[in-house]
């Protein structure tokens, strides 16, 4: 879920171009001075990365805001908060390691499945909620963004106020 609110918000940047480095797929957005960051390690291990990433660009860890899934919230819903623990996903522990529980998480519900965890997480989403998650997508890109245009409270009260509604008809960026 994080590289799909990712791709939305390079799409709404016009990122024409990533380059892979460090372990990562990267984009710099000068403009908007943000490195968007894709890590291709495997997911428990993301804190490597994004670590390396974040270390070249000087980026402290309440300025690396990172997005994703997440089982314990139901499919659809969105949890930001500026600081927090890992709640058992272990590429947010991996990433805990590096920076500490600093930083600020956008998580994106995808629920718990009847499988396995592991399964679960790789395997696709259902048809219903496929025809969800553009709505979804776009209310955590425009968090995203909120966050970076507007600040935190702004950004936060947006994302945890949303239920499941429309977004709203005017998106930022």
Partial sequence: MGFRVIDEIARRLAVAHWKTKDEARQAHVAARNVVLVKPLSFMNDSGGPLGRVASWWKADAASVLVISDDLDLPFGRLRMRATGSSGGHNGLKSIIERFGDGFPRLRVGIGRGR?????????????????????????????????????????????????GQEPPAVKIG
């Fill in 115 to 163: 499988s396995e965890t592991i399964d679960y997480v790789l395997s696709n989403f259902s048809v219903d909620e496929e025809r969800e998650l553009p709505t979804l997508i776009d209310v955590a890109a425009d968090g995203v963004l909120r966050w970076l245009d507007k600040g935190p409270v702004d950004a936060i009260q947006y994302v945890n106020a949303w239920r």
